[in-house]
C-alpha cells in the first residue's frame, strides 16, 4: 500500500467544487424514495403481522368451535329424555345426568348389604365409578316373559372397592344408598348398571367480563361445584340451546325432548394494542343438532 | 471518480441486499407461520370430521350386527360366550369390527369399533341387546276348537311341571287343561278316561268365548305366515322322526329333523330350541325335539314322539301310540273342524319352563328399550 503523493493530496483539498458529494435534490429523492421504501416494507410487515394475528385468532375460533360441538356431541347423544336425563332445559343452560360409565352385573346384587358387583372387563366410559361423586342406573327385570315390566331405579354411589367376579376376573363392588331390598332383588346377573353425574352446563361469565363455556358437577354430599370454564372465550350470545320432540316442534317439557339444538358463537381472544393495528374482533358460530340416542323407544 | 463510484455503489448494493433479505426474513417467519397454523387447523378439522366419521361406522357395525343376529348359534351360549366380527359399510367400505357378547339369558352386549376413511380416528360404541321372545300365554296344556276326543289313557295336565331333567323355576301353579270355545253345535267334548284323573287342571276346562280361528293363528301380533319368516328350520311336512345330530361335539342345525336334544341339557344339541316350521301336513312317528314347531297343516304324532316347548298346529291334530308327550302347551286352531283325538298312552303336560325356554331361545334380537346405547370410548 502507498500512501497518497503530496501532490495528490493537494489537488483534491484545493478543488472544492469538484469533490463529490450529494445535492440537496440528491438528498431530498433520496430520503423521499427511501421513506417509501420503508413505508412499503413496514406497511407489509404490518399487514402480514395483523394477517398472522387474525389467521391466528380464527384457528383458535375455530378450535374451541370443534371442542364445544365434539363436548355437546359426546355429553348428549348418550341421553334418555324420557327417562329423566334432562333435569332443567334452558336457552343457555342444561342440567342433565352425564354418562360417565356403562358396566354389567357379574354377580347377584346382595339386597341387605346394598352392594352390586360389576365386572371390569365389560366396564366402559369416561372413566371409572367414583363413590360420593356418581349416582346409577341399574336396569330391573321383573319378569323374563315379558319386557313391559321391565324399569330403571337410581341410587347414589357411596362406596367403590375392588371384587371378584365369578370365574375370578376383576370387579367392582359398588355400595349403593337409597335402593330397596326388592328393587335390588330384580336385579339379575348381566343387567346394565349405567353411572353419571349431574351436571350443569351453561354460558359463564368470569370476572374479566370473558364468557365461557362453563361447567359444573353435582355432588350429592356437597352441592354444587364452582363452574369450572371448558371452552371460550365465547360471544355474550355464545350459547343457544333448542329442544325438538319427535315432530320436530320445539318443546319445553324435559321429557319430551328428541333432538337438541346448539348453537355455539365464539370470539376471538383479543390481543393487547390499538384496534386498528389488529383489525376488527373475530367470531364464528357452529349449530348441531344432537338425536338422544337412549329414548324410550315404545 | 470511477473507482469513488464504485465504491459508493457497492455500498449500496450491500445495505439494500440485507434490508430485502431482513424484509424477506420477516415476510417469510410469518407467512410460514401462517401457513402452518393454517395446516394445524386444516389438520384439527379434519380429525373431527374423522371422529364423527368414524363413531358412524362403530354405530353401522353395532346396528350391522344386530340386524344380522343369528340366533341358531347366538341362542345355545352360554352367559360369556362371545364372538368377534367385522365388516364393511355399504357405499364408502369402511371397516369395523367388534364383539357380540351373551350376557344373561336376556341380554348381549354389541360391541363395535370404526376408522374413518383414512384410518386416523376411531371410535368405539356398545349397545345392549335383549331377546324379545313372542309373548304367548296358552293358559291351558290344551288350547283348541272343534270336536275333541281324549282317550282312555291319554293324560292332559295343567299342573305347572319342570320336563324331566329339567331345572329352571316354573310357576308351580294350575293352569287348566283344557282352554275351549263354548259348548255349542260345533264344540264337542268326548273324555274316556277317567275325568278326575287324566283331564287335571284350574279350572278342568277353561271355556273361552275369544277362542277363534284368527286368535289361534296370532301369536304376539304375528300370523302364522309371518312366523314362517323367522323360522330357523322349514320342513315340507311328510313323515319326520326327529333326532338330535352331532358331530365332533358340536350340534348339526343344518339338518331339517334335528329339533335339538330336550333330555340331554349337557349333550351338544342340549341347547339347541329351533324355531320349526312346517308347510303343509306332517306325520311324525317317534323322535324328540324342542323349541317351537308351527305346523301349517295338520299333525299326526304316534309311536313315543316326546317335545319340549311350544307346538302350533293350523289344521287338525291326532296321537296315537305309546309315549307321545308334549312339556309345554299345545294349540290346535283346527281350520276344518276335524274331530281331534289325544288318543294312546299320550301327555300333554303344561309347563310355563318347557314353554318360555323354547319362546327365550327363538326369540328376535333388539335394541333394549331404554339406555340401550352407551360411547365405549
Known amino acids: ?298 | 471518480m470511477g473507482r469513488a463510484s464504485t465504491v459508493l455503489q457497492n455500498s449500496e448494493q450491500g445495505a439494500a441486499l440485507v434490508l430485502a433479505v431482513i424484509c424477506l426474513l420477516c415476510v417469510g417467519v410469518l407467512v410460514g407461520t401462517a401457513a402452518l397454523l393454517g395446516l394445524a387447523e386444516r389438520r384439527g378439522g379434519q380429525s373431527f370430521v374423522g371422529i364423527q366419521q368414524a363413531h358412524g361406522v362403530a354405530e353401522a357395525g353395532a346396528y350391522n350386527a344386530l340386524r344380522a343376529w343369528d340366533p341358531v348359534e347366538y341362542s345355545q351360549w352360554v352367559s360369556g360366550s362371545s364372538r368377534r366380527f367385522t365388516g364393511i359399510t355399504p357405499g364408502q367400505g369402511i371397516p369395523y369390527s367388534g364383539e357380540v357378547r351373551r350376557l344373561s339369558s336376556l341380554l348381549y352386549l354389541i360391541t363395535a369399533e370404526g376408522t374413518d376413511t383414512r384410518h386416523l380416528s376411531r371410535q368405539r360404541i356398545g349397545v345392549v341387546a335383549r331377546l324379545y321372545a313372542l309373548e304367548v300365554e296358552p293358559k291351558a296344556a290344551v288350547t283348541m276348537r272343534g270336536p275333541l276326543s281324549i282317550g282312555s289313557d291319554a293324560v292332559v295336565v295343567g299342573n305347572d311341571l319342570d320336563p324331566m331333567g329339567w331345572d329352571c323355576p316354573g310357576e308351580g301353579g294350575l293352569v287348566a287343561a283344557l282352554r275351549l270355545p263354548p259348548k255349542d253345535s260345533i264344540q264337542s267334548l268326548e273324555i274316556l278316561c277317567p275325568p278326575a284323573s287324566c283331564v287335571v287342571g284350574a279350572p278342568q276346562i277353561y271355556a273361552d268365548s275369544s277362542l277363534t280361528l284368527d286368535t289361534l293363528t296370532t301369536l304376539d301380533g304375528l300370523s302364522l305366515d309371518q312366523l314362517r319368516d323367522l323360522a330357523w328350520v322349514v320342513v315340507p311336512g311328510g313323515l319326520v322322526r326327529p333326532t338330535p345330530r352331532a358331530s365332533n361335539a358340536t350340534c348339526v342345525t343344518a339338518a331339517s329333523d334335528n329339533w335339538g336334544d330336550p333330555y340331554g341339557a349337557a349333550r351338544p344339541c342340549g341347547r339347541y330350541h329351533p324355531l320349526v316350521y312346517v308347510t303343509g301336513d306332517l306325520e311324525i312317528r317317534g323322535g324328540t325335539g324342542q323349541g317351537v314347531l308351527i305346523v301349517d297343516g295338520d299333525l299326526a304324532v304316534s309311536d313315543g314322539f316326546t317335545f319340549v316347548g311350544l307346538v302350533v298346529v293350523r289344521g287338525a291334530f291326532q296321537s296315537s301310540g305309546v309315549g307321545n308327550r308334549i312339556d309345554g302347551a299345545l294349540i290346535v286352531a283346527n281350520t276344518e273342524l276335524t274331530p281331534i283325538s289325544i288318543a294312546g298312552a299320550s301327555v300333554v303336560q303344561y309347563s310355563s319352563c318347557g314353554l318360555h325356554t323354547a319362546l327365550i331361545a327363538s326369540a328376535r334380537a333388539g335394541l333394549l328399550r331404554e339406555w340401550g346405547w352407551f360411547q365405549a370410548y
Open chain 1, 1 to 298: 500500500m502507498s500512501e497518497p503523493t503530496r501532490s495528490q493530496h493537494s489537488r483534491s483539498a484545493d478543488r472544492p467544487a469538484h469533490r463529490r458529494g450529494f445535492t440537496l435534490l440528491e438528498l431530498i429523492v433520496s430520503l423521499v424514495l427511501a421513506g417509501i421504501i420503508g413505508a412499503v416494507a413496514v406497511g407489509t410487515t404490518v399487514s402480514c403481522a395483523r394477517f398472522f394475528r387474525r389467521q391466528s385468532e380464527r384457528v383458535e375460533v375455530q378450535r374451541n368451535l370443534r371442542v364445544a360441538a365434539s363436548l355437546f356431541v359426546s355429553e348428549l347423544r348418550g341421553l334418555n329424555a324420557a327417562g329423566g336425563d334432562l333435569i332443567e332445559t334452558g336457552p343457555s343452560s342444561l342440567v342433565y345426568r352425564a354418562m360417565r360409565n356403562t358396566s354389567f352385573l357379574c354377580r347377584v346384587p346382595d339386597a341387605i348389604g346394598e352392594t352390586m358387583t360389576v365386572e371390569q372387563e365389560t366396564s366402559f366410559g369416561l372413566r371409572n365409578i367414583e363413590a360420593g361423586r356418581d349416582s346409577v342406573l341399574v336396569m330391573l327385570e321383573h319378569d323374563f316373559r315379558t319386557e313391559a315390566d321391565n324399569a330403571w331405579v337410581s341410587a347414589g354411589v357411596v362406596s367403590v372397592a375392588s371384587a371378584v367376579c365369578p370365574e375370578a376376573s376383576p370387579g367392582l363392588r359398588i355400595g349403593v344408598g337409597g335402593l330397596t331390598e326388592v328393587s335390588l332383588a330384580s336385579a339379575l346377573v348381566g343387567a346394565p348398571v349405567r353411572a353419571f353425574q349431574v351436571t350443569d352446563v351453561r354460558l359463564y361469565r368470569d370476572g374479566g367480563g370473558v364468557f365461557w363455556l362453563g361447567f359444573r358437577e353435582w355432588k350429592p354430599g356437597s352441592g354444587w361445584s364452582t363452574v369450572q370454564p371448558a371452552v371460550g372465550p365465547l360471544t355474550g350470545e355464545g350459547l343457544r340451546l333448542v329442544y325438538y320432540d319427535t315432530s320436530g316442534n320445539e318443546t319445553a317439557r324435559p321429557d319430551e325432548v328428541e333432538m337438541v339444538g346448539v348453537t355455539i358463537v365464539a370470539a376471538g381472544s383479543r390481543p393487547p394494542g390499538p384496534g386498528w393495528l389488529w383489525g376488527g374482533e373475530i367470531s364464528d358460530s357452529v349449530r348441531i343438532l344432537v338425536a338422544l340416542r337412549n329414548n324410550s323407544r315404545w
